[in-house]
């Protein structure tokens, strides 16, 4: 037998490797293997020479650890350690990344695919459909896997498991289903974001805080739109002072002119949730922070402003007819 079809034959009988990329991924990627699980939606992994802590995407399990806005919950003790039981360090893994690679806190934002029992799965889709996360949407729908999420996190409603057990209420954080509830907050948010993403991000006379706050600097003493939430208020302010999302460097604070008690109010009620705000854009007293003045209620909006109107064009200048 010739030697290249020997090898061939070797090549095609040989196992897949463990590092072979799992089929469903959608988005780039790179082989890893798992350093420390942190809790249900933090691992750390090894890729290449470096170590990254990967905040899983599109989850959000109960907590662990306490932290200044998040508790300890029975149920996030349990969930944490089942994460550390089902991914073993140094499994074979794959990182998944969306499209943003770091979160404010210099995390990797990827989902992680790992091989159990000689199969590939999506070990953030397997949290939702297990019932130990929701499909948290409180950033955007998933650009890579969103109808998977959806139908999972609907499956485990249908199958009272997990966080959907009426039994384990007491042992969350807070109500995830209703009017009032955390999923219905972060769907709000995810819709206008989408919204944003299809009938915004491209218009230059809006500027989205996450992405655009360079530019937003270099629009300082002017009228400027932008798109943000409110994340917080600044407690220590004598009047309303908004603080926006985006990195925790970059700060922009959003007021109402003159103190406006109709404007402040419709300030209070956006807190949270995905706006288009338009105003007049200064720096702050430490010349790095901006603030955006608010003058009106019709300043604050759900849908993005009209496109303003283009500049009407100069007659071009004709040869005249010797």
């Not at 109709?262 to 209070?268: F, Q």
Request: net charge neutral; with cysteine; proline share 6%.
């Amino acid at each position: 037998m010739p030697a290249l079809t020997l090898a061939l034959l070797l090549l095609f009988a040989a196992p897949a490797s463990s590092t072979e990329k799992p089929k469903g991924i959608v988005g780039e990627s790179e082989a890893c293997s798992v350093v420390r699980v942190i809790d249900g939606d933090t691992v750390d992994v090894k890729i290449g020479e470096r170590t990254d802590r990967l905040r899983l995407l599109d989850i959000d399990t109960e907590e662990s650890h306490n932290s200044v806005a998040k508790k300890i919950t029975p149920f996030g003790l349990e969930t944490s350690a089942w994460a550390k039981e089902y991914v073993q360090p140094g499994i074979p893994c794959f990182v998944e990344y969306g499209p943003e690679r770091r979160d404010v806190y210099d995390r990797v934002l990827a989902y992680l695919w790992v091989k159990r029992e000689g199969a590939w799965e999506n070990y953030n889709l397997t949290t939702v459909k297990t019932g130990r996360a929701p499909y948290f949407t409180k950033y955007g729908y998933s650009k890579n896997h969103h109808e998977e999420f959806a139908a999972a996190q609907k499956d485990a409603e249908e199958k009272h498991v997990g966080i959907w057990d009426p039994a384990n209420e007491g042992n969350l954080r807070g109500a995830y289903l209703g009017t009032a509830g955390l999923i219905a907050w972060w769907n709000d948010r995810a819709d206008s974001i989408a919204r944003f993403e299809k009938e915004g991000r491209m218009r230059p006379d809006i500027l989205d805080t996450r992405w655009h706050f360079d530019l937003l600097r270099a629009k300082s003493g002017g009228p400027v739109t932008v798109f943000t939430s409110i994340r917080e208020p600044d407690a220590k302010a004598a009047g309303f002072v908004g603080k926006c999302e985006g990195k925790i460097s970059q700060v922009l604070q959003i007021v109402a002119a003159g103190g406006d008690a109709k404007v402040e109010d419709a300030l209070k009620a956006s807190i949270g949730r995905y706006r288009y705000f338009r105003g007049q854009l200064e720096r702050g007293d430490d010349g790095k922070s901006l603030r955006l003045t608010i003058a009106s209620t019709d300043d604050i909006a759900v849908d993005p402003p009209p496109k303003p109107a283009a500049a009407p064009k100069s007659p071009a200048k004709g040869r005249g007819k010797k």
